[in-house]
């Protein structure tokens, strides 16, 4: 029996952020710079590391699937909030809000596990070196990134299918900017229990394991760095790390905030939604490109690159 037999929504109404009247176009124009520039950022890093073979490596290989997820991510509900804050377009159809869903929890479960795998990478080379390249080969390196990818999937699908043949036949109007599985829940007719349960449990399991994950590997890093005797080194791998635990932090630390203040939550979950949302995929590019000389050199050769063509 197929999805419509199972409800009488066609579509659902998005009442977008609160508080917001007369504040429309000014944050509609904050929040399109914030994404052209996570689009242009993102890009630049996606293009740097195509066209310079010296960030052929397992971390930048790492940092360019971070860029299409941060790239992917930005693009679920901005584009939908920029049309409900210019025009005030806030009718989403049920297939739109599926998608939004699916793309939302399948990209963050994404980098969640993305970041998970950097810190290996990172753990790796810093306290394995001279095995780093034979622990870290081309092989495997695809297979964890199919493996988070995979993984990601498996989990949005659950949820959304989970979501999605409950019975919807009340108000179709969800009291938040976008389409998430528990405004959206509170809108069916039958029980609710399992979806609040399974997702609960998904999204805090996926994100304590990898948090978990990510401490041991840095404890592991830190000792390995306390033992160097090289001043050079240790200067060295502090900077190696220093992007990926600022990129942890503001994806964790928003999060961490919410669930440990329970009385807060209310008032802080939608800035923390729209800063995962807006704000976080356009710092990650420029956090990695600001620390990095790698980086920085390889995006100045694409953009010459660029240049010399089309003067072509």
Known sequence: MGLVNHTEVTHFILLGIPNTDGLQTILF???????????????LILSAILVDPRLHTPMY???GNLAIVDLGFSSVNNPKLLAILWANSRT???GGCMSQVFFWHFLASTECLLYTVMAYDRYVAICHPLRYLLIMDRRVCTLLAAGTWITSS???TILTSLTFTLP???SNVVDYFFCDIFPVAKLACGDTYIIETVTFTNTGMVPMTCFTLILVSYVRIVYTVVKMNSGEGRRKAASTCASHL????LFFGPCALIYTQPQLSKVLVTPVQIFGNVVTPMLNPLIYTLRNKEVKTALRKAIRLKC?????
Not at 29 to 43: E, K, P, S, V
Not at 308 to 312: E, F, I, L, T
């Open 29 to 43: 124009f904050t929040f399109l710079a914030f994404y052209l520039c996570t689009l242009l950022g993102n890009l």
């Open 308 to 312: 010399s063509v089309n003067k072509g």
């Open 61 to 63: 290989f790492f940092l």
């Open 168 to 170: 919807y036949c009340r």
């Open 246 to 249: 600022a990129v942890v932090m």
């Open 92 to 94: 989403i159809s049920l």
């Open 154 to 156: 498996f989990h949005a």
